[in-house]
């Protein structure tokens, strides 16, 4: 998020620079960031937990999701538990729901979005940027677009959404994709997405907001380069 020396390929997001700036220009509200390092579990830490258990299990495991159970519930219930409540005992923090957010990229939108949906009482707002919703980490799955097997996993995602989403009104959602390489694949199933936020009553860049960046891909760099526009709306005062 910060340090070069730390984040993936050297390239951080840089979310001091963009929030100082934000702040300067009265667009977001004073901010602590709280960065959650990631581990060799983190397919099956961010990979949906409830929205999966409706599929057998072989399809999950072929998805190379092969270790189950998944740990997404217990990961949330980390964020929650015991994160939070560290945080929250230790810096000067707002730490209601309104003024708490989630947000990560790829397999971490996958995660925010499911984070607010399973405890809408502590996430008032979630940003996924280049949301991976074929889920699976199987590159075999990846190599071409409409793979059923893929249709059948995000799709799992998707109506588990449409039942499980927070009543509009109360919530922030933001969304976004390129569209070369990993987040080519993305478009179809954004589209489903922001169709259920429209089922759902969530107003366009209101409750929700879902763009794309035309000629942009799937790395730290791109993420970075976009990233006033989710705190902005995510954090706005």
């Known amino acids: 998020l910060f340090d070069p020396a730390t984040s993936m390929g050297g390239e951080p997001w840089a979310v001091d620079r963009h929030l100082d700036a934000l702040a300067r220009a009265h667009r977001a509200r004073p901010t602590i960031v709280v960065g959650v390092w990631n581990t060799d579990q983190r397919s099956r830490e961010y990979a949906p937990a409830a929205p999966l258990a409706t599929l057998p299990a072989p399809v999950v495991a072929e998805a190379g999701l092969v270790e189950i159970p998944l740990l997404s519930d217990n990961y949330v219930e980390f964020l929650t538990q015991e994160l939070k409540s560290f945080v929250d005992a230790r810096y000067r923090t707002r730490p209601g729901r309104d003024d708490t957010v989630v947000m990560g990229s790829s397999m971490g939108g996958l995660i925010s979005l499911y984070a607010l949906a399973r405890r809408p009482d502590v996430f008032g707002a979630a940003g996924c940027l280049s949301t991976h919703w074929p889920i699976t980490v199987n590159p075999e799955f990846l190599q071409r677009p409409g793979d059923p097997r893929v249709e059948r996993l995000a799709q799992a995602y998707l109506d588990w959404l449409r039942v499980n989403l927070p009543a509009a009104g109360t919530h922030r959602l933001y969304f976004d994709h390129g569209t070369e390489h990993l987040d080519s694949l993305y478009a179809p ?21 879902s763009r794309v960046f035309p000629g942009t891909t799937h790395d730290e760099r791109a993420w970075r380069a976009r990233l006033d526009l989710p705190l902005a709306f995510l954090l706005r005062p």
Request: aromatic content about 10%.
């Open 189 to 209: 199933f954004q589209r489903r997405m922001d169709a259920v936020l429209a089922d759902r009553g969530y107003r366009r860049d209101v409750d929700a907001t």
